[in-house]
């Protein structure tokens, strides 16, 4: 498996920011679709954002748009989820998840769906205070 890495999560106010980030050692992160999911405490896990392999798609759920942006650097062969005007309700553990080119599809649709990413970040905890 193709471990990811994940870091930024902490304890944050509403209002305030948070940047995500999820790396992929000995990997080259443009190879892959990168996702991003959330469970929020007594829930399932749920999509929240994703970057296509081009890195040209981006794709949101409509509780995060306007206020997440999803993106990746692929000097540093890292994706970032950026996360604005955190709200309460973002309180969750958030993981990134990596899909092969092998599974390529387009669309919203394609990337909302846990069964498209071969692997799994080990999640960070987001926490938003009121």
């Known amino acids: 498996q193709v471990p990811l890495v994940e870091s930024g999560g902490g304890l944050v106010q509403a209002g305030n920011s948070l940047r995500l980030s999820c790396a992929a050692p000995?990997?080259?992160?443009?190879?892959?679709?990168v996702g991003w999911f959330r469970r929020a405490p007594g829930k399932e896990r749920v999509f929240v954002a994703a970057?296509?392999?081009?890195?040209?798609?981006?794709y949101y759920a409509e509780s995060v748009k306007g206020r997440f942006t999803v993106t990746r650097d692929i000097a540093k062969n890292t994706a970032y989820l950026q996360m604005n005007s955190l709200e309460p309700d973002d309180t969750a553990v958030y993981y990134c998840?990596?899909?092969?080119?092998?599974?390529?599809?387009?669309?919203?649709?394609?990337?909302?769906?846990?069964?498209?990413?071969?692997?799994w970040g080990q999640g960070t905890q987001v926490t938003v205070s009121s």
């Open positions: 998840a990596a899909a092969g080119i092998q599974h390529y599809c387009s669309g919203y649709g394609c990337y909302i769906g846990e069964e498209l990413y071969d692997y």
């Open positions: 000995g990997r080259i992160i443009s190879d892959y679709a």
């Open positions: 970057i296509s392999w081009s890195g040209k798609g981006t």
